[in-house]
Nanobody, 127 residues
């Protein structure tokens, strides 16, 4: 069974950067669309960025477009989320998730209900 593990979370000041990593094991990640979701206390989970394997048009939420970049490293079998120009509202627990590659990036972030999740990594942005 596919298992996902996130890493790279931490604390940053507004305007700084963090880079998150999602590593899969147990199954080939090429069978899945991979996405990053986040949730803050009292708020709904939101799809941040999702990418179908080998797709050149990943999805980005409006709130992060132009600041975050998702990428896949096939050699290392990981999916990264580069987060630049962080804002306090980016604070939350970030989860890596997988869904069958039937979904493209937009479909996963907006309409899918993944049942494979990592345990999350905390990102805190504050002065």
């Amino acid at each position: 069974q596919l298992q996902l593990v996130e890493s790279g979370g931490g604390w940053a000041k507004p305007g700084e950067s963090l880079r998150l990593f999602c590593a899969g094991s147990g199954e080939n990640l090429d069978y899945y669309t991979i996405g990053w979701f986040r949730q803050a206390p009292g708020k709904e989970r939101e799809g941040v960025s999702c990418i179908r394997v080998f797709e050149d048009s990943p999805y980005y939420a409006d709130a992060v477009k132009g600041r975050f970049t998702i990428s896949r490293d096939n050699a290392k079998k990981t999916v990264a989320l580069q987060m630049d120009n962080l804002r306090p509202e980016d604070t939350g627990i970030y989860y890596c998730a997988a869904t069958p590659a039937l979904f493209n990036g937009r479909g996963m972030c907006l309409a899918s209900r993944p049942n494979i999740w990592g345990n999350g990594t905390l990102v805190t942005v504050s002065s």
